[in-house]
């Protein structure tokens, strides 16, 4: 199994989230849909989670978690996730959520693996905080899915 550090994971995460924020802010210029546009933009500007669950954490803490390595061997560490979830600019704002869980669904997987892969206490408890912030988010998307808002 291969030996990465967090910081390697963490960035791999982080340049899905980029990927992800660059969809919605396409698909928000693309669609002539209003509550798609609204929903899309505001899916683009909230992907920045995993920052936030970064800064809660003493600098000096994070450079030690960091710096771990990891014997991680990734299954969900690519961009499969997108596979069959491409949304046109016809798309209606159900079909936006039901992508915004999907790729919420990736990034658990990811972050699953790399906590029961991870040796030190301290790291698995950072991957289980991005895990709940990802599973929060999915509860939020299926609500708002659900009120049938846009």
Same mark, same amino acid.
């Given at each position: 199994?291969?030996?990465?550090?967090?910081?390697? =994971?963490?960035?791999?995460?982080?340049? #899905?989230?980029?990927?992800?924020?660059? %969809? %919605?802010?396409?698909?928000?210029?693309?669609?002539?849909?209003?509550?798609?546009?609204?929903?899309?933009?505001? &899916?683009?500007?909230?992907?920045?989670?995993?920052?936030?669950?970064?800064? @809660?954490?003493?600098?000096?803490?994070?450079?030690? =978690?960091?710096? &771990?390595?990891?014997?991680?061997?990734?299954?969900?560490?690519?961009?499969?996730?997108?596979?069959?979830?491409?949304? $046109? $600019?016809?798309?209606?704002?159900?079909?936006?959520?039901?992508?915004?869980?999907? #790729?919420?669904?990736?990034?658990?997987?990811? %972050?699953?693996?790399?906590?029961?892969?991870?040796?030190?206490?301290?790291?698995?408890?950072? #991957?289980?905080?991005? =895990?709940? $912030?990802?599973?929060?988010?999915?509860?939020?998307? @299926?609500? =708002?899915?659900? &009120?049938? %808002? #846009?």
């Amino acid at each position: 199994m291969p030996v990465t550090s967090v910081t390697e =994971i963490l960035l791999h995460a982080e340049r #899905f989230e980029d990927v992800l924020a660059e %969809y %919605y802010r396409e698909l928000c210029r693309e669609t002539p849909h209003e509550g798609v546009q609204l929903l899309t933009d505001y &899916m683009s500007r909230h992907r920045k989670r995993l920052r936030t669950e970064l800064e @809660k954490l003493d600098p000096e803490e994070l450079r030690r =978690i960091c710096a &771990m390595p990891v014997h991680y061997q990734p299954e969900a560490a690519d961009c499969r996730c997108f596979t069959g979830v491409t949304p $046109s $600019s016809e798309a209606t704002a159900a079909e936006v959520l039901d992508a915004a869980v999907t #790729f919420d669904q990736c990034l658990v997987k990811l %972050y699953r693996q790399a906590a029961q892969q991870a040796g030190d206490g301290r790291v698995r408890e950072l #991957f289980e905080s991005l =895990i709940r $912030s990802e599973e929060r988010d999915e509860v939020e998307l @299926k609500k =708002i899915k659900a &009120m049938n %808002y #846009f």
